[in-house]
């Protein structure tokens, strides 16, 4: 018997049972809902429009696809913008802000205090200046000159003159400003660290002990103000910068400096007994001669600042001298520092301006070998002998890394001559 839609004779030959052959059954699983029709690239023209003459059966519809493409297209654009956004953030996020960044090494140390091999010579700075070493030395940081600059494998000339003007920014503040020398002040020095040597610097500044590690005067140049104080703020200067490239993404500056410093007894004298004043600039010798350094430094840095502005200041003059320059200088010694420091620096510390200091060498004298100047140097000054004692122990049962007293003679032609 033949189903329903299929032909008198039966289901046709060769097709399979079970299926329709053709009929309305054939579209029973075709259903026209609304979106279907919606959907639909024809439209047949009403009965009233085909009367027209040579009208078209069916319209064409717009397509879906052109009516979404300007809001696809936008989403596009915001979502490349994003992107882009994204990707400049973290390349101009500094590495110290990301976690995991590189670690930076820490300082290594070394201190040679150098004994005079007699009593200390005294005199005017002029004098000891003039018939010293130093008397071809240069003032302040004018003695501190740049090498020629020329580009490295991976690093522009500009990023090599960066690289130097960073390391002089550092000699300057960490060996002739007056605050650092004799005011006790960290932070013109600080500023210029990597932050991963902060901890470091933080220590030896808080707790200075000689380890090879958290020495102070292995980061900065200071004397104890209770006992010495700046004879003549014009400290002389000489000596070499060399900068080279460690890889792709570094550049080491090695600076090899020796510095003259005029130096004599801090003042004795005090506020008057039992009312605690403390004397104004101006009032005294100590404070006087206090100005005059600043104003020399602040003078001396202006001149010679390889870019305007960056480390320069207002120029200041100098007030009434209540005591005879002549009067204050007479018992001024020289002491002597030579400084070899080697700095690193990556890219970010060449953009941040700031320095990796990776070692420091420092032969300083006249001084005892006995005293400990992991904290503060302790010059020998005029008339002064070195004790007989022996350098500061060592002791070979002490845990870590080993280091060693050390101690040297300082010749007597690094001493000034007498007068003729």
Not at 124 to 137: I, K
Not at 202 to 211: H, I, L, N
Not at 375 to 396: I, K, M, V, Y
Request: with cysteine; glycine share 10%.
């Amino acid at each position: 018997m033949a189903g329903r839609g299929d032909p008198p004779e039966g289901t046709p030959e060769g097709t399979p049972e079970g299926l329709p052959g053709g009929g309305e059954d054939e579209y029973r699983s075709v259903v026209f809902d609304e979106s279907f029709i919606r959907a639909a690239r024809l439209q047949e023209f009403s009965a009233h429009e085909r009367m027209g003459e040579h009208a078209r059966a069916v319209r064409s519809l717009p397509s879906n696809t052109r009516r979404t493409g300007p809001r696809q297209l936008l989403i596009l654009i915001l979502l490349v913008a994003v992107a882009f956004g994204t990707a400049t953030y973290f390349g101009m996020r500094p590495s110290s802000q990301v976690p995991g960044g590189k670690r930076a090494a820490p300082l290594r140390t070394t201190l040679i205090p150098l004994a005079p091999q007699g009593a200390v010579p005294g005199g005017t700075p002029s004098d000891l200046y003039a018939n010293s070493s130093a008397a071809q030395f240069r003032i302040g940081a004018s003695g501190i000159t740049f090498p020629s600059a020329v580009r490295t494998k991976s690093f522009s000339q500009s990023q090599v003159v960066t690289a130097l003007t960073i390391a002089k920014d550092y000699l300057v503040e960490s060996s002739l400003d007056p605050d650092v020398l004799t005011g006790g002040a960290v932070r013109p020095v600080r500023v210029l660290i990597d932050p991963g040597q902060l901890a470091q610097f933080d220590r030896s500044m808080s707790t200075p002990v000689a380890d090879g590690h958290h020495a102070a005067t292995g980061w900065l140049i200071r004397y104890d103000p209770a006992k010495v104080v700046l004879a003549d703020p014009e400290v002389r200067v000489r000596g070499t910068l060399a900068v080279t490239e460690a890889g792709a993404d570094a550049l080491e500056v090695t600076s090899d400096h020796t510095f003259a410093y005029a130096l004599r007894p801090a003042p004795t004298h005090g506020p008057p007994t039992g009312t605690g004043a403390t004397p104004q600039l101006g009032e005294g010798p100590r404070d006087e001669s206090r100005a005059s350094t600043m104003g020399a430094f602040r003078r001396t840095v202006d001149e010679t600042s390889p870019h305007p502005g960056a480390a320069a200041f207002p120029r200041a003059s100098r007030p009434h001298q209540a005591i005879s320059r002549t009067d204050r200088t007479a018992g001024a010694s020289l002491f002597t520092v030579r400084r070899v420091l080697h700095f690193r620096f990556d890219r970010d510390d060449l953009q941040l301006h700031r320095a990796e200091l990776l070692a420091s060498y420092v032969q300083a004298g006249p001084q005892a070998c006995s005293d400990d100047s992991s904290g503060t140097l302790h010059p020998l000054l005029a008339g002064e002998r070195a004790t007989s004692g022996a350098p500061a122990g060592t002791d070979p049962y002490a845990e870590g890394e080993a280091t060693a007293a050390l101690c040297g003679s300082l010749a007597s032609s690094a001493q000034p001559s007498p007068n003729p």
